[in-house]
């Protein structure tokens, strides 16, 4: 059982910036993938950031790369996303995923709002 801790959402003007964290517990492996997926009101799920643990890789969604970066603290699975020049199509729940390629495991945050509004 995987539990989270996330933190940093909130409201922010169009070009503002907004840094969110997200850290894990519990029994996590060594090779996982740990990230950010945002949902907006009537759309799907989609990537945001994510980063590989063995890989020591990130990948971005289209529509956040150069404005969102991705971070993980070395000590433990914790996770950062700042994003830069937040755009009002980035007003969704973001949600802290944790994907352990060991166990199978697939566990999600209860999620955290970012609005972007003028």
């Known amino acids: 059982q995987v539990q989270f801790v996330e933190s940093g959402g909130g409201l922010v003007q169009p070009g503002g910036s907004l840094r969110l964290s997200c850290a894990a517990s519990?029994?996590?492996?060594?090779?996982?993938?740990m990230g950010w997926h945002r949902q907006a009101p009537g759309k799907q799920r989609e990537l945001v950031a994510v980063?590989?643990?063995?890989?020591?890789?990130?990948i971005y969604g289209d529509s956040v790369k150069g404005r969102f970066t991705i971070s993980k603290d070395n000590a433990n699975p914790t996770v950062y996303l700042q994003m830069l020049n937040l755009k009002l199509e980035d007003t969704a729940v973001y949600y802290c995923?944790?994907?352990?390629?060991?166990?199978?495991?697939?566990?999600w945050g209860q999620g955290t709002q970012v609005t972007v509004s003028s």
């Open positions: 980063f590989f643990s063995a890989a020591q890789t990130t």
């Open positions: 519990g029994s996590i492996s060594d090779d996982y993938t």
């Open positions: 995923n944790l994907r352990d390629w060991r166990t199978g495991g697939d566990s």
